[in-house]
């Protein structure tokens, strides 16, 4: 119920950016059927190139919230899409926090289970993702992992194909929902080549991985997505290869069986060489054919970058600016792993090294589970979130096995005082081992007390902005709502023509198609870096290269984010450098990055700041009329000068701002949001008079010398 | 059909048009908002032959399309200004539009009368200049009639304009009008024929909110349940002159006259008890709204997410809920829901077309609809919401160019069996009776293709152990009361209860030996490995038994002073602790089982 703060607060709306895109895509679905979703070429996105909508998403998250509505109003329960894509995620998490529990109690008991179950349902890191509103892949797909897991663990418990049918057909929702499945492709190969290592094969393992390998290969093949790519790239050849080596163990268990020592000496070396010989021609014949080229260029295809900044902290940042850019990408803190996970962080090692204590299959697959995702969390901030269920888990297995033993004790220990009288020196012993068991005990419910509390207040106060409205707080506590996105994409939708082209930095895409239903050039879906850096060139630049650039692209408004007046952090202006960096990634003669730096190498907007940035594009459009702006109101004591900027507190550099091009078209209350008008050509200036040269159309020159004009 | 029925009439009527004369005539037109409001208060006198029972009233052709409403009342010497009936009307060769006005009673030959005629139209006032910028004031134009455009020749009128400002670029100057401030006044016109026109134009100042409703969608969704949802979707537009070059959102926050003639906020006014209101369009809730309840009314200063400037639009939703005892009336069977037809959004409003949905419950039927004015109805729709299975009735009704006196009432009446209330709980009830009528059927019987023995067989020893085990508790619990008797003995010293406290231990013991052991048995028969741990516990038992029968001879001495109190005592701990031994034997022993 924590998750559902931000509609209480605010109301019933879809946070954040990407939600919006897949809140649009959903309302596709819902209004035009699932074939038009599949088929869908999207005209809003990306102008001019346009979007192939339904062969680049994850289509689990919409077909999930589609078919709910489209039950419930089958039973004329008669609910808004919108509702339904808001509350998903709550509803979601809710199934996440039973699939947890089943996979703990597989892993150890029932009652590590509750704990497990518990936890996840208030662990921070996870109602990040899950809050009403946060319409995301992640919201289902962490439900798809745990079930995943929990129907793969059980299906190696009992190595029966039914379980691992049940495996697939989850693995095969996860796919369809989340990019993230590659995470259980490499888990769950590495598991059993582990359990190989550890001579652990079993008739059951071999069962499970043979069949989820074949059907959940070909299952997730069904995204159209996804496509051909488990055998195609990389990512998924660890779980091709241990296929295979799985096949050949097999294989060489029952020649042993059959044949003698010597004999299968020989065999085995044979078969070694034999393989290798098979390896070596394969690869020759790949580089022949081109394919192993085509594998190449999947490295640096941008759909897989992403993926591979998961393996490494450091690719990105150096191959790749616009995936470094998005604050989501960034290493994790280590504040913020107490942040999202409390107390959990501290006991989740030693869940740990119990499952490792008393080990058997289930539990190396946990125990690879976590090291994995620790690793993971450690690279990004976003894959947190795959690390917050494991770490449920293994406290939970921590928290339970504590209980157990002192609690267990304790029942035990309550008879003998009640017994007999007799023994005064016995009882004290015995009530001062009551009394530390007791105290342990209460350390730990209040340490699980501390961690509800903080998850409370870490959800209501970090989780459940839904970021498109800002709260802002008075002297008197009463609260003030600043609506201007919304105000400002209204404006877009009710007071433009349809098909009008806005440009804004990508972040505002999926928005602005959502919200105020127009073209955009760039969006979330970053899918072609050098189409961003056009428009961060175009936003870097002065204002009649910007307007050549922005002609060039049917640009009919600007569109940008300006927090100077209310003291709004996250605006473009603060986002510039690495509009300004990608941009350079593609135009390095145009932009250079020290251009916009004074010659001390500081980003200022003051006086002293760089003449590029005082007379380039978005610099021009925030600030355009600021500097006649006076802050009094909020300020009494003393007098900011005008133009003085409230999110990096200087007065502005260049307050004489004029346009030739563009035209302020609105801004918002708070002066949030601001859209300028891209005018069309002056056809006044184009008039010189110049005296027409006649250009003869044909030169009437001899045969002789037309010929010898060819050959020349 | 109708209309040229009406014609055919008139054809008769014209001639007794003759008779009657506009005697005086005092007409005002108001040009303060974006409407135009014409009165024309007239004294008719018949100077005819005969009586008159009708007489007619017509609108200059350049205006008639915008008309939205006439109405015509008789001013009478203290009676009431009831509305009269009017019925729209032809005249040949003659353009403009006709109304022809139903006396209540006949106006006798050479008699008078006092009318007062309303007209309302909208859109026509033009801005000029069509466009504006930010800092520029908003000015229209008027062209409207100098005289009263009437069938019948006109002695005397006089015809005062009223403007919005003191501002007026030009006006036409027939008669050499007087101006005073914001009003202006023409005439008096003597002997005026009939039928007609002088153009009068007037160009001045007018900032006030042009605001049209583009259209608006009104649900209305009966429920018996004590509740009317009504729901409005409006698409607002400003039509005053348009904006012309940018929009500063620093001029229109410094200085008070930057948009003068932009729309900020309105008032709308909901009925006193509507409740839950909501304010929202399609990307969420508008938070710039505010709600404010009075004695009569609910106030929502409705104020769209951003000011509107000419050529703006917006659009969005409101809505509320009423109690329905104040709505609906009810006799028997019949039902009658009275409820104004369209409400106010905004004072002066404009509506272009209106489309009102009055969704009443599923299984109504003998659906009739009384109107206060001629409105347009549609095919009724089905509607299907929470819990329904047919459909409930949707009657649909529109109508173009609605102004403030539109503000009226509809009735409509119908038939609804009260028994259908039930079908919605009785619904649900049967929902969850099969939920759990299957849930039943499917935890009780087995639906295994196969069977399994071994599952019976385990099934059955579960529940033998379970007997065992509250047969060895309740064993373990007469030991606990033979101390107890022991105790006591050791007190009071008497001997008798020691001894029927043993007798009856005795007894009970047998019997509950003898039943574990037969179950010992049954347990052997199914096979089961229980059967040894539970010949463990009795051999176990056997010895606590002992031990018990000790402590209690071990008493008897120590009352009958055979041994003495520190050995009693020291002997006793051991019994205890041995006893404390196997007890826990027996425990874990359970515990396994």
Redesign the interface.
């Known amino acids: 119920s924590s998750r559902l703060f931000a509609v209480i607060r605010f109301e019933s709306i879809i946070h954040e950016f990407d939600p919006w895109f897949n809140y649009r895509s959903t309302h596709h679905l819902a209004s035009n059927g699932f074939y038009e979703f599949l088929n869908w070429f999207d005209e809003r996105a990306w102008y001019p190139l346009g979007r192939i909508v339904g062969g680049t998403v994850y289509p689990g998250l919409m077909v999930t919230a589609g078919l709910i509505h489209y039950v419930l109003n089958l039973l004329h329960v008669t609910v808004h899409i919108r509702d339904v894509c808001v509350f998903l995620a709550p509803v979601f998490s809710g199934l996440t926090s039973i699939s947890t529990f089943l996979l703990t109690r597989e892993l150890w008991n029932q009652g590590a289970g509750l704990l497990a179950a518990c936890f996840i349902a208030i662990v921070p890191g996870y109602i990040s993702r899950s809050v009403a509103g946060s319409f995301d892949n992640e919201g289902i797909a962490i439900f798809a992992l745990q079930f995943t897991y929990y129907l793969w663990v059980k299906s190696v418990k009992t190595g029966s194909v039914f379980w691992t049918i049940g495996c697939c057909i989850s693995y095969f929702y996860m796919v369809s929902a989340w990019g993230g499945y590659v995470f259980i492709i490499n888990l769950i190969p590495l598991h059993v080549f582990v359990l190989l290592l550890m001579q652990r094969y079993s008739r059951r393992v071999y069962i499970a991985y043979s069949t989820f390998y074949i059907v959940g290969l070909v299952l997730s093949m069904q995204v159209p997505f996804v496509g051909f790519q488990p055998i195609r790239t990389s990512e998924h050849m660890a779980a091709a290869g241990v296929f295979a080596l799985l096949q050949a163990y097999a294989f060489l268990l029952y020649l042993k069986d059959r044949l003698t020592k010597q004999e299968f000496q020989t065999l085995f070396f044979l078969g070694v060489s034999l393989a290798a010989g098979v390896v070596f021609l394969t690869v020759i014949y790949l580089t022949y054919t081109g394919e192993w080229a085509c594998i190449h260029v999947d490295f640096f295809f941008p759909r897989h970058t992403v993926f591979y900044s998961h393996l490494g902290p450091f690719y990105a940042k150096i191959h790749i600016p616009i995936i470094a850019s998005v604050s989501e990408h960034q290493p994790t803190t280590w504040v913020s792993f107490f942040f999202d996970l409390h107390i959990l962080v501290c006991t989740f090692p030693a869940g740990l090294w119990f499952c490792i204590k008393n080990i058997n299959d289930e539990r190396v697959f946990v125990a690879l589970y976590a090291i994995s995702a620790v690793y993971f969390a450690g690279v990004m901030v976003r894959l947190m979130l795959t690390l917050t269920p494991v770490v449920c888990m293994l406290s939970a297995v921590a928290f339970s096995s504590v209980f157990e033993h002192y609690m267990g004790d304790d029942t035990r220990r309550e008879k003998p005082p009640a017994e007999d009288s007799s023994d005064e020196d016995d009882k004290r012993n015995s009530g001062n081992l009551y009394d530390k068991v007791s105290l342990l005990t209460m350390l730990m419910l209040m340490l699980l007390m501390m961690f509800a509390v903080h998850c409370t207040w870490v959800t209501s106060n970090a989780y459940s902005s839904p970021s498109v409205v800002l709260a802002s707080y008075n002297h008197d506590g009463s609260r003030n709502i600043l609506d201007d996105f919304r105000e400002a994409y209204y404006w877009l939708r009710q007071n433009t023509d349809e098909h009008v082209r806005v440009m804004s930095w990508w972040d505002y895409g999926y928005q602005i198609a959502g919200m105020a239903n127009r073209t955009t050039l760039v969006d979330n879906n970053t899918w072609n870096n050098s189409h961003i850096a056009l428009v961060g060139k175009a936003m870097s630049s002065n204002e009649s290269a910007a307007y050549e650039i922005m002609r060039s692209l049917d640009v009919d408004y600007v569109l940008i984010i300006f927090g100077g007046v209310i003291g709004y952090s996250g605006d473009d202006i603060n986002k510039f450098l690495w509009m300004v960096r990608i941009a350079e990634g593609e135009h390095p003669k145009d932009i250079r990055e020290s251009d916009y730096f004074t010659p001390q190498g500081e980003f200022r907007v003051d006086k002293a700041g760089s003449p590029t940035l005082l007379n380039c594009l978005m610099y021009k459009m925030s600030y355009y009329r600021f500097g006649e702006m006076q802050e009094t109101e909020a300020k009494l004591d003393f007098r900011t000068p005008p133009g003085f900027d409230r999110t990096r507190n200087v007065e502005i550099g260049n307050k004489d701002i004029k346009f030739k091009h563009l035209e302020e078209a609105f801004t918002s209350e708070h002066w949030l949001v601001r859209i300028y008008k891209v005018k069309h050509l002056d056809n006044r200036e184009s008039l010189d008079h110049k005296l027409r040269s006649v250009v003869p159309k044909q030169k009437y020159t001899s045969k002789k010398v037309r010929k010898s004009y060819l050959f020349q | 059909a109708w209309q040229s029925g009406v014609g055919g009439h008139l054809g008769g009527l014209s001639v007794s048009a003759g008779g009657l004369v506009n005697e005086e005539v005092k007409r005002t037109v108001d040009l303060s908002t974006h409407l135009a409001k014409i009165t024309t208060e007239l004294v008719l006198s018949n100077q005819g032959h005969s009586a008159v029972q009708s007489f007619i009233l017509s609108v200059e052709p350049d205006l008639a399309p915008h008309l939205a409403y006439i109405g015509a009342s008789v001013k009478g010497d203290g009676e009431d200004d009831g509305l009269l009936e009017i019925q729209q009307s032809d005249i040949h060769g003659h353009s403009g539009d006709f109304y022809k006005v139903h006396l209540a009673s006949s106006l006798a030959a050479g008699a008078q009368l006092k009318v007062k005629v309303e007209m309302t139209f909208s859109h026509v006032l033009k801005p000029f200049p069509t466009h504006i910028t930010q800092a520029e004031r908003q000015l229209v134009v008027f062209q409207g009639n100098h005289y009263l455009y009437s069938p019948y020749p006109t002695r005397s009128q006089t015809t005062r304009v009223r403007l919005a400002s003191k501002t007026v670029e030009t006006y036409t100057k027939l008669g050499n009008p007087s101006k005073n401030d914001e009003i202006i006044e023409y005439g008096p016109f003597r002997d005026v024929p009939p039928y007609s026109e002088d153009t009068m134009k007037i160009h001045y100042e007018n900032n006030t909110p042009f605001l049209t409703i583009g259209s608006l969608t009104r649900t209305i969704e009966v429920s018996h349940w004590g509740n009317i949802a009504v729901e409005e979707t409006i698409d607002l537009r400003h039509t005053g002159a348009v904006l012309r ?6 001029d229109y926050q ?1 200085q008070s006259d930057s948009g003068i003639s932009s729309i900020k906020s309105f008032k709308t006014i909901l009925p006193a008890s509507a409740q839950d209101v909501y304010y ?9 709204s505010h709600l404010q309840v009075l004695d009569d009314s609910v106030e929502v200063e409705v104020r769209p ?2 000011p509107l400037f000419g ?5 969005y939703v409101i809505g509320y809920n009423l109690p329905s005892y104040e709505y609906l009336y009810t006799l028997g069977d019949q039902y009658a829901l009275k409820m104004r037809l369209v409400d106010h959004v905004y004072d002066d409003q404009v509506i272009d077309s209106l489309t009102v949905k009055i969704i009443l419950p599923e299984g109504a039927r003998n659906i009739h609809m009384d109107t206060p004015y001629k409105i347009d109805r549609l095919p009724n729709q089905l509607h ?5 299975t047919f459909g409930r009735p949707v009657l649909v009704v529109t109508k173009d160019n609605l102004v403030e006196h539109h503000i009226q009432d509809v009735v409509v009446h119908y038939n609804f069996n009260k028994i259908l209330m039930l079908q919605e709980p009785l619904l649900v009830v049967g929902a969850f009776y099969i939920l759990f009528f299957t849930v039943i059927i499917y935890v009780r019987l087995d639906f295994a293709i196969t069977k399994d023995p071994a599952a019976e067989v385990r099934m059955k020893v579960a529940s033998i152990t379970e007997q065992v085990l509250t047969l060895v508790n309740k064993r373990l619990g007469l030991y606990r009361h033979m101390d107890e008797v022991v105790n006591r003995y050791k007190q009071s010293r008497d001997t008798g209860a020691l001894n029927s406290g043993r007798k009856t231990l005795e007894a009970d013991h047998r019997t509950l030996t003898n039943e574990i052991s037969s179950l010992q048995a049954r347990l052997k028969a199914e096979g089961s490995d229980l059967a040894e741990k539970v010949g463990e516990v009795q051999k176990v038992d056997s010895q606590v038994k002992e031990l018990v029968c000790r402590s209690c001879q071990e008493a008897e001495r120590l009352v009958a002073g055979k041994v003495k109190k520190e050995a009693y ?1 020291e002997n006793e ?1 051991n019994l ?1 602790s041995k006893r ?1 031994e196997f007890v826990g034997r027996i425990d874990s022993l359970l515990d396994a089982l």
Do not use: P
Request: charged letters at 30%; a positive charge; hydrophobic letters at 25%.
């Open positions: 070059g940018a929009f500063s959102r620093y410094r929202r369009d399609e990307i969420g809730n508008i938070s710039t997410r951003f050529g703006w639009k917006t659009h299907y919401t929470y819990l329904d005592i701990k205890s404390q």
